[in-house]
């Protein structure tokens, strides 16, 4: 019996994984080195460097955990949360929900501020709940909501949770590297993404960073982190330069698809990635409306890189419209989840996935599609 596995090429315009730059993948088939090898620690300080700058910080407490964005959000509130502990978590779609699991399993109270779908939370709400709760360890919302493509506003409620003393987290996977995101400027005190969105890179790895502020807090922590592969205790450790000591093996080549991702981002400059998204949602927006689809999100809170749409009435059979668009013309696209199950369509245009070319081609192939 002989095994055989050759992918086919396809389009990924779902809500993640999106395309990889093929210098990502020629960086991924490079020679292994030991992760305690000089050029391997070195590269994974430029690595450190380049998350910084795209995350437009300073923290020093800044790293890559070796896992995908779950694992990130996991990090961030083992991390910050005792059992005991009050915090506040803003649910607007799939992934607030899964915080407030997370936050459960730490034995901390959750209040949860909770928001339709596709709707953002709204200064008014926080307010509310810090009346409830007016001391939580922190709050958290997500700056990108990937089940709905609503785009949440970060600053006002920034300065809100500061003022009462608690620590602002934040889910920024599907915003890092796309839209505009100023972790120092906002005052995030512990954030993460993932590599697989708008960066382009393989599923896999999660940047993190923590604020001088949330330092502290894990620093006065009483009891241990409930989970040993996440204690940044012990993590930190493995990012510090030349005195790197052991405590996992890092992903060598998943390390060396981020660090060839993050040049491509830096080549293009951040900035210019950010306008790319939002040009190229322009174009998308105004085809797929000419189709008939319809935005879920109010175009004030519209992530660009999420098209979160109702299809026409025309469009009968839209699971088996997209096996067809997968199968036949090898474009992923995300359906909907939750109350959107077979409502709505999720199509990502992140990353090396964000062309002109990719628009033309979901738009070709939707016009024959529905033409028949
Ligand atoms: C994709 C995603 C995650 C989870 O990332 P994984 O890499 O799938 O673990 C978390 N939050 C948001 C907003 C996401 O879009």
């Known amino acids: 019996m002989k095994y055989t596995f050759n992918p086919p090429k396809r389009y990924l315009m779902g809500p993640g994984p999106s395309d990889a730059h093929p210098r990502v993948l020629k960086a991924m088939a490079s020679p292994l080195i030991g992760h305690l090898d000089p050029h391997f620690v070195n590269m994974m300080d430029e690595v450190k460097a380049m998350v910084q700058n795209t995350f437009l910080t300073k923290n020093d407490l800044t790293f890559v955990v070796s896992a995908p964005g779950s694992a990130g959000m996991e990090t961030c509130l083992v991390n910050l949360l005792e059992p005991g502990d009050e915090c506040i978590i803003c649910i607007n779609g799939v992934f607030g929900g899964r915080m407030v699991d997370i936050a459960e399993r730490c034995g901390a109270k959750v209040h949860k501020i909770i928001t339709p779908w596709g709707k953002v939370t709204s200064l008014k ?137 993050l040049n491509l981002v830096i080549e293009e400059g951040l900035e210019n990635r950010w306008k790319r998204h939002q040009e190229v949602h322009n174009k998308l927006r105004i085809s797929l409306e000419n189709l008939g689809f319809k935005y879920l999100v109010d175009k004030e809170n519209r992530l660009p890189n999420l098209n979160s749409v109702y299809f026409p009435v025309s469009i009968k059979d839209e699971s088996t419209l997209r096996s067809t668009l997968l199968n036949d013309f090898n474009i992923e696209i995300g359906g909907g989840l939750g109350d959107f199950a077979g409502k709505i369509w999720r199509i990502g245009i992140m990353g090396e996935s964000c062309t002109e070319n990719h628009v033309n081609m979901i738009i070709g192939a939707l016009k024959e599609l529905m033409d028949e």
């Open 125 to 261: 709400q926080v307010k509310e709940a810090l009346k409830t709760c007016p001391n939580p360890k922190l709050v958290a919302l997500v700056h990108a909501e990937t089940s709905t493509g609503a785009l949440q506003p970060i600053q006002q409620i920034s300065d809100e949770v500061h003022n009462a003393g608690s620590l602002l987290v934040v889910d920024a996977v599907t915003s890092w590297c796309g839209v505009p995101l100023k972790v120092d400027e906002w005052g995030i005190d512990a954030i993460y993404s993932g590599t697989q969105k708008n960066l382009s890179a393989p599923p896999g790895l999660s940047p993190v960073s923590f604020s001088p502020r949330a330092v502290k807090v894990l620093e006065s922590r009483k009891t241990k982190v409930q989970s040993w592969f996440l204690d940044l205790n012990l993590v930190k450790n493995y990012w510090t330069g030349a005195k790197r000591a052991y405590h996992h093996t890092a992903p060598v080549s998943s390390v060396y698809a981020i660090h060839e991702a």
